[in-house]
């Protein structure tokens, strides 16, 4: 039995689907379904025992502790954020509730639990933080990429709450002993992502012929990896990773934004032709406050101490998502209700 925070959302219910998949063993899901949790990312494990999903919120020590009580789990995999750095920019106050008090909540529910563990139990026990390569900072063109040893500088209200979790968490061993290990990923995409986010927004602006927003010059860069190769790098950190460690975890893959909605109209000319290309429908757009230039992760660690790397290539993988979503369109419309138009209204809206 594992608990997993953070579950119906992009990256906890693709980890969660993996999971049952690849270990047979239960999950409890305790995920507080926020704009950005669905539970129709479950779909597929309605019935099925090994899934049990509970509404709350990771703020609620009470319920956490019971949980644990209940289900003694042999670890947490932590999940449950605000993701979103636009909507950190519009909304800080949330991301420093969910992302540093909640961790704050877990670590010290994990913590009290763990000690009244068996030694052998205490021992095997993990709490797994899943963390952002954005914690580091941003990187000039020809600056090597971010390694475990990279200095923090978080610059949107989003990394530093990210940033504030993960000193926590590195706390809560060196003082506690808690044996915790935290992943630093680098940006995710596939199924089940949120249209929020640049490459699911991309495809859905794409489809309803509406215009491509992209911030600044495009000229961004970002590491890109398949959610499922993030999900086997948790699984090997889980099961190999070292108590107090740190590992990044990445794509090899850099890429402009310019590269990726590029990318994203030529898969779509081809499966979902529209008359004219859809790169016509780019639309340079005002930039991001603080708008980070590039990230790029130094993944060898985790090859070398846990035997994982990244195994889709990028055109695979944005090939597969795209025709996802091109089979998806209940998910699509029950996720873009009057909700996301107002998201969409604030943040495009003035740009
Ligand atoms: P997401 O926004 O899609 O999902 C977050 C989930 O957490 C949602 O289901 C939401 O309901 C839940 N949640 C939010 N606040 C909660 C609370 N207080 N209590 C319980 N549940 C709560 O995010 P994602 O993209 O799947 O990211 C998951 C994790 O991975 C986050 O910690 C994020 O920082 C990290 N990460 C994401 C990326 C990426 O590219 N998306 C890359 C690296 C790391
Ligand atoms: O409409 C857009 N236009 C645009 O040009 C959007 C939504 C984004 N962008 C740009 C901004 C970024 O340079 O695309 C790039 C990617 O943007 P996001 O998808 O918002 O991701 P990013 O800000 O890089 O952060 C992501 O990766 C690290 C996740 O959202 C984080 O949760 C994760 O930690």
Redesign the pocket.
Known sequence: MILV??????????FVLDWIAHEGTPAVN?????????LANLASLQGDARHIFVK?????RALVAGLLKQHQPRAIV???????VDRSIHGPG?FV???VV?TFSLLEEARAYWSGLAETEKAKFRFLH?????VYGSLGDSDPAFSETTPYAPNSP?AAS?AGSDHLVRAWHHTYGLPVITT??????GPL??PE?LIPLMILNALAGKPLPVYGDGKNVRDW?YVGD?CAGIRAALARGKPGETYNIGGNSEKTNLEVVHAVCAILDELHPAGAPHAKLITFVEDRAGHDWRYAINAEKIKRELGWEPTKTFAAGLRETVQWYLSNAEWIRNVTSGDYRKWVDLNYGKR
């Open positions: 925070t953070g579950g119906a959302g992009f990256i906890g219910a693709n305790l995920d507080k379904l926020t704009y950005a949790g669905n709350g919120d990771i703020n609620d932590h999940f449950a954020a605000e993701s979103h949330e509730q969910t992302n909640g899943v963390s952002t390569d954005e989003y990210k630093n990923c680098s940006n995710n995409y992502q949120f986010k990896l993030h």
